[in-house]
Every structure is written in structure tokens, then in C-alpha cells.
């Protein structure tokens, strides 16, 4: 289903993210994740892709499972690392042919353990990958007229790559206005940093439907590696507080972790946002947990199939 008609049906969407599975075990789990959340009808999901080559079949597989065995709609992750413009526009064939909907046009991480040299790839920015996949909407290879609903990153915190927070702003609309329908965010913390956002966004120029990413903390390794993620991440000082008496508990910080999670989602609705997408790291019970606090119907999307 493309973008424009999930945000039609639902405000706010719910979506989760995960990623391919490099382990038999790993898959099981990943797999028992989605049986878990699928009862809860997303409005869809998104897969991540791996730098260099290291997953990327692994997620062309995943999504194509997701399509055609699940009734959850996939959103598949693309990056401008390590590929040429005959490669994405395979993979764009691939999935116009499984009738995927949508993709999320993302400039992807460096890869690690292996040469790579970013002059020789075909993309260089995000905003290269959005016009090649609103020119292959344009020739008419998708199914759907509109072809691709295409997605990009948001930054609330700043872009690490950008420390000029107004040239950020420029670069944001302009990869927005060569195709973007959909923003998704980076995780953040502090819904002020989302809210201010959203208001620069509207500021510029910007107004297409803004998903807030949020990521419950449920370890204190968890909440470590979170702060390597994307050149940093904030912790605002009320969540620290109520993590610091009890980080030697590990089930008291997941608890404290999943309510800084869920107070975060009662304040984005309240602000009336457009989207909540949960990172769930493979893993449900947290998501689970949030979405239930929340008291969302589940079946959402398929009550409104039957309408």
C-alpha cells in the first residue's frame, strides 16, 4: 500500500523496524518478533539494509517473506553505499515485481572491516538515491501509477554530518523537495527535540507527515551503545534520574526504560504526530508492552479492509 493511503487511514500510524537476521538462531527470534506483533496489525513495517553487502540479500529476502507470507506491509531500507545505479534499479524492479509499496531512500553507514572509497559510488547523498527512484517512478515499472512512496531520514538532534544546524535545514529541504513523501526520524529521547523539528520543518518549507522513531532503553549496555548511534544521542537528564538507582537491577531498568518510552509516546500523541516507529530491535516484548500501555485497538488495518 503506498504511503499516502496508510497516512489517509490512520493518524497517528504505529510501524516497527527490524533488521535481517545473520543467524539461524537469529532468525528464529526475529521471526517469533514478528508472529508476536503481527496481532497487532502495524501499520507497517521497515527493514533495515546492511553497509556493503554485508546483509543485503538477507533484506531483499526478509521483505519479500514479510509480502507474500505475512499480512504486514513491508518498507524496505535502501542506501547509497557500495552501489551503482544498474544495482538499485535491479533491486527497485525486484520489488515493484513483489509489489512493494513503498522504500525509505536513506545515505546508509560506512562499512566496517573493509575498504571502501565513497567517490566511486554512484550516490552520493540521499538526495542522489530520492531523484533515481522518483525518475524510475516516473517510467511507469511499478505497478502502482504513483510508483514508490519514498521516505528519507530526519535528524532532531542535527545531522553528525552537518554541525551547521541552517545549511542542515537547506540540505534537509532540498533532499525533501526531489521526491520525499514521508519523513522518518533518527531515535531521540527528548520530545523537545522532536517538537522543535517538526516546527523548523514547517518553517522551511517542509510538510510532508513526520514519524517519530523511538527506542525503549531495556539494558544499560543498551543505553551505552545508543550513544554511538548516529554521531550521538541526548539523554535528558529525567531519564538518567531515573536510571541511575537502579542500573545494577537489570528488570528495573528495562521497567524505567519502557516508561520513559511509553511517557514519550503519550506527549507525541498529545502533539498530535503523524507516526510512531518503534526500533525493536528484533525483539517485542518492550514494543509490546508500549503498544498495549497505549490501549491502540489492535487489527486496525484490518477493520479498515473490511470498511
Known amino acids: 500500500m503506498h504511503i499516502t493511503e496508510i497516512m489517509r487511514r490512520h493518524s497517528p500510524t504505529f510501524s516497527f523496524?527490524?533488521?535481517?537476521?545473520?543467524?539461524?538462531?537469529?532468525?528464529?527470534?526475529?521471526?517469533?518478533?514478528?508472529?508476536?506483533?503481527?496481532?497487532?496489525?502495524?501499520?507497517?513495517?521497515?527493514?533495515?539494509?546492511?553497509?556493503?553487502g554485508s546483509t543485503r540479500e538477507l533484506t531483499h529476502d526478509l521483505v519479500e517473506r514479510i509480502q507474500h507470507t505475512t499480512k504486514l506491509d513491508p518498507i524496505p531500507?535502501?542506501?547509497?553505499?557500495?552501489?551503482?545505479?544498474?544495482?538499485?534499479?535491479t533491486i527497485l524492479l525486484r520489488y515493484a515485481k513483489s509489489v512493494i509499496g513503498n522504500i525509505l531512500a536513506l545515505g546508509g553507514d560506512r562499512p566496517v572491516g573493509m575498504a571502501y572509497d565513497k567517490s566511486r559510488d554512484s550516490f552520493q547523498h540521499a538526495i542522489d538515491l530520492v531523484k533515481f527512484v522518483?525518475?524510475?517512478?516516473?517510467?511507469?515499472?511499478?505497478?502502482?501509477?504513483r510508483g514508490f512512496g519514498i521516505g528519507v531520514a530526519g535528524f532532531p538532534e542535527g545531522h553528525p554530518a552537518t554541525s551547521n544546524r541552517l545549511v542542515e535545514m537547506d540540505y534537509f529541504k532540498a533532499k525533501v523537495d526531489a521526491g520525499a513523501d514521508y519523513i522518518v526520524t533518527q531515535l531521540f529521547f527528548d520530545n523537545r527535540d522532536f517538537l522543535d523539528?517538526?516546527?523548523?520543518c514547517a518553517l522551511a518549507?517542509?510538510?510532508i507527515p513526520i514519524i517519530a522513531g523511538i527506542m525503549p532503553?531495556?539494558?544499560?549496555?543498551?543505553?551505552?551503545?545508543m550513544a554511538d548511534l548516529a554521531g550521538g544521542a541526548r539523554f535528558p537528564a529525567k531519564l538518567?534520574?531515573?536510571?541511575?538507582?537502579?542500573?545494577?537491577?537489570?528488570?528495573?531498568?528495562r521497567r524505567a526504560g519502557i516508561q520513559?518510552?511509553?511517557?514519550?509516546?503519550?506527549?507525541?500523541?498529545?502533539?498530535?504526530?503523524?507516526?510512531?516507529?518503534f526500533y525493536t530491535l528484533n525483539r517485542s516484548d518492550a514494543t509490546r508492552m508500549i503498544f498495549d500501555s497505549l490501549g491502540m485497538p489492535r487489527h486496525r488495518n484490518l477493520e479498515a479492509s473490511s470498511v
Open 217 to 225: 532503553i531495556t539494558s544499560i549496555a543498551g543505553l551505552k551503545r
Open 17 to 52: 523496524e527490524f533488521f535481517p537476521p545473520k543467524t539461524p538462531q537469529a532468525a528464529e527470534t526475529l521471526y517469533q518478533t514478528i508472529r508476536d506483533l503481527e496481532s497487532y496489525m502495524p501499520d507497517f513495517v521497515s527493514v533495515t539494509y546492511g553497509a556493503g
Open 77 to 89: 531500507h535502501l542506501t547509497c553505499i557500495c552501489h551503482s545505479e544498474e544495482e538499485i534499479e
Open 260 to 277: 520513559h518510552a511509553l511517557e514519550q509516546c503519550h506527549d507525541l500523541i498529545a502533539n498530535n504526530v503523524a507516526g510512531i516507529h
Open 240 to 253: 538518567l534520574r531515573a536510571l541511575q538507582p537502579c542500573q545494577n537491577d537489570p528488570e528495573m531498568v
Open 134 to 145: 522518483r525518475r524510475f517512478n516516473e517510467s511507469g515499472a511499478h505497478s502502482d501509477r
Open 197 to 200: 523539528f517538526r516546527e523548523r
Open 205 to 207: 518549507g517542509v510538510h
